[in-house]
């Protein structure tokens, strides 16, 4: 993608000291592209912050600091063609590898997502971690304005909450986690957990998607003998935890979720009658199977990509599933291609891709079809609306947007979705056909009852749809960001 197509320009705007609202994540919203020619330009940045916090941006015309994407780039800030000024930070080739592969996501990503892979602690990592945090928060003290909000995201960035408060005592700081709160005594297994608990209870208010979340949280700040009052409530800070310095931190529910409006004027823009054409050829194309199955996910181990792929395979192999009438379409974001994790997941979901369709496909028509690269936002609905079962089966997941785009899809009540009860949107979808993702006959069963369903029951499927289509059109990203931001502006000393 070009510049001037994803909106961002250069204009070498001076930034310090003048924005009312920064968001701080750990990457920009786009990634810088590195031709080998040496030309730059930007496309959007994978996963599930971004497409949750753009819209929220550009509403607030904010400042938002982050990693361009590029190791040793450290571009100019510069403002998008939608007013979002984009403040990037440098990272290095060993802050790469140490604090972002090594220490977010090898020991901190599966630490808090229940040990779906074993953690690794290692010392360096940690001392990255904590550099790269102190100049993510010194970046931010030099934008924001005095008395100014800031938000900080994710796991990454644990640690900014503290040294803010430090060095700009006059900030307003939000913290949001992205993804799940472990189990006290998960968390307790980190060497650093005194440090990050610290880090974190600087901020004012820390928000998390769900109430078990919140109630973890809760537990170890219990454990650490903190005074904790008040009850969980769904977007409120309905908990106040006191920490050890005397400094009042709220806490509450606040599930996120997607940009409706956007979803809703993409469809609206390709009602017309080409672009139905093309629904139906691509549908051809594939050889106009009765049922399309669809994955979409980053190749993340957290998603339970194999395992659906597995739960196919046996339902084609026992002839539950006939290979010439079905088809099962998996868009898989590359991510993390460098640790040893995701790669043997990329190698394994592979294999069981070439096996499945060496087993059933035929010459021109295969079963499974597979991308392991991001495609546009457009695109990615056209494939929504291509599917009539949505498969979204992680062992664990903070909320998992993928499922709410889908059913964001379903203003007419058609299609179904499958949902491991352990992603967080199980808690608000719960009309979906929920299975347990460690289980793959549960998962067969669950991908059966919505094929069958679609045939045998139409009207009791759709009203299921449409409750879930209800839910999150009710339920969209403003609502996350004003009642976070409501609550945060509440807690202002
Ligand atoms: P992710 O783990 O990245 O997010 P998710 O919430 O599903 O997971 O978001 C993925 C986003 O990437 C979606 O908006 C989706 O449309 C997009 N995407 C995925 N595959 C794509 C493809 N092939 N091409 C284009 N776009 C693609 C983290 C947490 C989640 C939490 C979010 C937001 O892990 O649990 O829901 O943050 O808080």
Known sequence: MSETATGAEATGTTAAGNN??????????????????GTKSWQE???????????????????????????????????????VLLHPVELTHYDYEEFY?????????PLYHNLIVTPEFNRSWWDAYRDVNLRFATEVATVAAPNATVWVQDYQLQLVPGILRQIRPDLTIGFFLHIPFPPSEIYRQLPWRDEILRGL????LIGFHLEANVRNFVELCRAYDLEVSGEIKIREAGITITAANGHEIGVGVFPISIDTSAIAATLAANSHHEAHEELEQIHRDMGSPSTVFLGVDRLDYTKGILQRLLAFEELLDSGALDPSEVALVQLATPSRERIDSYRITRSKVEEAVGRINGRFAQIGRPVVHYQHRSVTKDVLLRYYRLADIMLVTPFRDGMNLVAKEFVATRADSSGALVLSEFAGAADELDQAHLCNPFDIEDIKKAMLQATWGLDDNPEAMKERMSAMYNQVIEHDVDLWANSFLGALDKSRP
């Not at 609202?21 to 020619?37: K, S």
């Not at 209870?201 to 004012?204: F, H, P, T």
């Open 20 to 37: 009312s609202f920064v968001v701080v994540a750990n990457r920009l919203p786009v990634d810088m592209i590195l031709e080998p020619d």
């Open 45 to 83: 940045s994978p996963g599930g912050l971004v497409s949750a916090l753009s819209p929220v941006l550009e509403k607030h015309q904010g400042c938002w600091v982050g990693w361009p994407g590029v190791a040793d780039e450290a571009p100019e800030p510069f403002r998008t063609e939608r007013g």
């Open 101 to 109: 592969e090594g220490f977010s996501n090898a020991t901190l990503w």
């Open 201 to 204: 209870l600087d901020a004012d």
